[in-house]
Structure formats: structure tokens, C-alpha cells
């Protein structure tokens, strides 16, 4: 029996809401402490476990959100979310720049792999912007084209990732010191000194999970609901409220590789949870039964598809020139991405307007 959450009391639905993002939260939190130790224990390379273990954990609310929203017919939401969390997270990665690095956050990040990982991640948006711009035909069914080819594009990123990780062209001539080590040591003693197996690591990494979507479908559902009683567009509750909600497993599993001094951890982790984002367009193609999803967006969509590409762009300029510059206690680069984050968030409202 199927049930309509904007019955319910405005109340009701917030609460349900901030539940679902209380859930994300603590359970995102420890689900991106079990990836770690397991990439620690498989010998996996950072690049491929920041990518897979902690990008594809810390993405789990936004996969049930998004997919749970293409159920219900929300197309804006749906892909909103999706490329509005894109832009959300590189403007929190300034915000955790202002409140914890000393220094500009890009200085302290000398691994070349990020400047890959940020150009793949902006091929991907692109391809997404393209495709939402140009329409999209239906292959089987009600099934898109562009989806399967972004999915493609970003497989075949992680495999250029791992092996760009294996063999470095680049090297660094500057290397900043490494706070936090000391502290690393310490967590890590604490960390591994419990004799639990590999199976029961994934055992307790699939429990979680379950948690973490729970949480995602709660968020999700609610918030179509709360859009619909509250009047705002649902592109604009997307790329907001909902894509800030399913960011806080990225912002809990960044701020903590901060504290110990894993800064080519702390980016890599948004980049690579961005990448997988974008890939999410497929799934989202799968529930949504309406026909291929990209033709049932607004220009809100493609509006923040390319302040991703934009802020994105800033970071790989900072990655690239490397310069120990602040302004207001973060990186120019970082009081660039926050202030143009900001300003989009004016003109999205401005674009997506009221139902």
C-alpha cells in the first residue's frame, strides 16, 4: 500500500528528514573508518581505494536518494542532487580549508594524482552536461543512451587513476612537511590491533551500509514531500538541502584525514566521490519509468553541471601552481570556490524559482 509523505504535517516530514540525516551522518562516519582499514589490509592503492571504498561508501546516501527520487518521477531532484553535490562538496572542501589546514590546502596536497583525478572528474561532467543539453534517445525501453556512456567514462577513469598511481610521471620538487603523524601512528595502533578478519571488516562494512541507504531513503522521500508543501522547486531542494545532507559521510571522512595530515586523502576522497556522482546518472536512468532521465530535467541542472566544471577548474589551477598563499585564513583557491559557490546557490534559486 503505497502512502503520500505531503499528507503529513510539515513537522512530521522535517523530523523524518533530520532523523534520515542523523543516520547518514554517525553511520557514514563509521563506515568510511572500516573502508580505510580495509584498504589498509588489502594492500589497495590510495588512489583506487579513495576512489572505490571511501568515493562508493560515502556516495551511498546519494545513491539511494537519487534513485529513490527517480522512483517517484522527481527528475530534477534526482539529477540535481546528484550534480549539485558535485559543487556542494568542492565548496565544503574549502569550508574544512577555512576551519582546519594552516596554509592553503592545495600546497599541502603534492601528489600528481589529484591533478588526474580532477581532470577525469571534469571529462565527466562535461559528458553529463552534453548529454543533458543535447537529449538522449532510448536504446531498451525506457532507457537512455548518455547514462552507459558516463558510466564507461568513469570506469575507465579509475583504471587510468590506478595505474597513473603505480607510475608516476610527475614528482613534486617541493615537498611541505606532514603534520599529524604522530597522531596517524596512534590511530592506527588503536585501529589495527583488533585480531577481526577481513570477513568480518566487510561484514560490519555491509551493515553499515545498510544504515547509511536507510538514512538516504529517508532524506530522499521527505524531501520530495517538504518541496511540494513548502513550494520550492525541486531542482533547487535537491542541489541543496538534500545534496547537503547526503555530503555529511564526505564531509566527517575528510575532516578526519585533515586531523591526521592525509590532505592528498582529504581531495582525492571529494574527487573521487564526485566522479562516482556524476556515474550515477545510470541507476538514476534504471528507476526513473518516465524515459530516458536527462530529457526530463530543467536548465537548473545543466546550470550546476557547470559550476561543478568551474570550481573543479579552480582546484586543479591551485593543484597546479602550488603556491602558500591565504586569504581569510584558506587558500585563494579555496576563497574562490566558496565565493562563486555562494553566488550560484543566488542564481540557482533565481533559475529554479517556485512551483
Known sequence: MSFDLATYPIWLNLGVFLTGACLVWFAGNRLAQTADEI?????????LAGALLLGGATSLPE???????SGLGNASLAVNNLFGGVAMQLALLALIDFLMVKGA???AAPEPVLL???????????VGVTAIASGDISLFGYLGFWPWVIMAVYLLSLVAMNRF?????????????TPGETEKKRQEEVGFKSPSSLIRLWAGFAIVCSLVLLGG??????????????????????ATFVAMTTSLPEISTTAGAIRLGGYTMAISNIFGTNSLEVAL?????LAYLGGPIVNAVDQSV?????????????????????????????????CWVASIYILSLFILYTISGTT
Request: charged share 15%; hydrophobic share 50%.
Open 63 to 69: 545513491i539511494a536518494t537519487t534513485v529513490t527520487a
Open 165 to 177: 598511481a603505480r607510475n608516476e610521471a610527475w614528482v613534486p620538487a617541493e615537498l611541505p612537511e
Open 281 to 285: 546518472l545510470l541507476p538514476s536512468d
Open 302 to 334: 545543466v546550470f550546476m553541471g557547470g559550476v561543478g566544471i568551474i570550481l573543479t577548474s579552480l582546484y586543479l589551477w591551485g593543484l597546479l601552481e602550488r603556491r602558500d598563499r591565504t586569504v581569510a585564513r584558506m587558500g585563494i583557491d579555496s
Open 116 to 126: 588526474l583525478s580532477g581532470v577525469l572528474l571534469t571529462l565527466q561532467i562535461a
Open 39 to 47: 584498504s589498509e589490509r588489502t594492500g589497495i592503492t590510495k588512489a
Open 217 to 238: 531513503f529517508l532524506v530522499s522521500s521527505t524531501a520530495d514531500a517538504l518541496a511540494e508543501q513548502t513550494g520550492l522547486a525541486g531542482g533547487f531542494v535537491g
Open 105 to 107: 590546502l592545495t600546497f
